[in-house]
Nanobody, 126 residues
Framework: QVQLVESGGGLVQAGDSLRLSCATSGRTFNRDAMGWFRQPPGNEREFVAAVSWSAGTTRYADSVKGRFTISRDNAKKTVYLQMNSLKPEDTAVYYC???????????????????WGKGTLVTVSS
C-alpha cells in the first residue's frame, strides 16, 4: 500500500520555524518529483514547493521564496519542508504529494499528481 505520511505540523507564533516531514512507503519514489501543497482555511489548495528526484531542481511559490526550503533524502524515503519566518498567512493544512512524471514544473501546476498524503495542520498565531 502506497503511503505518504506527513508530520511536524503544530501551533507556532509568527516568526517561528517548523520542519515538516513526509515519509513514503509502498513503492520507490526515487524517480518522482515530490513536494508540498497547502490549503488555507476557506481557500483552495495551492502549490508550495517541489523538488526533482535528484534534488537538483526546486520550485517555490512566490509567497514562500526565501523562507521555505524543500529537500529530500531518498535513502530515508523522506521529503522535508523547512519553514522559517512563519506568518499567520502560512496557516493551512500542508499536504505531501508525488508525481511519477518527475516534472517539477507540472507538479507546481498541480498536474500529474499521483499520490497525496492526508495532511498536517500548521497554525501560525500573530
Amino acid at each position: 500500500q502506497v503511503q505518504l505520511v506527513e508530520s511536524g505540523g503544530g501551533l507556532v507564533q509568527a516568526g517561528d520555524s517548523l520542519r515538516l516531514s513526509c515519509a513514503t512507503s509502498g513503492r520507490t519514489f526515487n524517480r518522482d518529483a515530490m513536494g508540498w501543497f497547502r490549503q488555507p482555511p476557506g481557500n483552495e489548495r495551492e502549490f508550495v514547493a517541489a523538488v526533482s528526484w535528484s534534488a537538483g531542481t526546486t520550485r517555490y511559490a512566490d509567497s514562500v521564496k526565501g523562507r521555505f526550503t524543500i529537500s529530500r533524502d531518498n535513502a530515508k524515503k523522506t521529503v522535508y519542508l523547512q519553514m522559517n519566518s512563519l506568518k499567520p498567512e502560512d496557516t493551512a493544512v500542508y499536504y505531501c504529494a508525488a508525481s511519477k512524471s518527475g516534472s517539477t514544473s507540472r507538479f507546481s501546476l498541480g498536474e500529474n499528481i499521483d499520490y497525496w498524503g492526508k495532511g498536517t495542520l500548521v497554525t501560525v498565531s500573530s
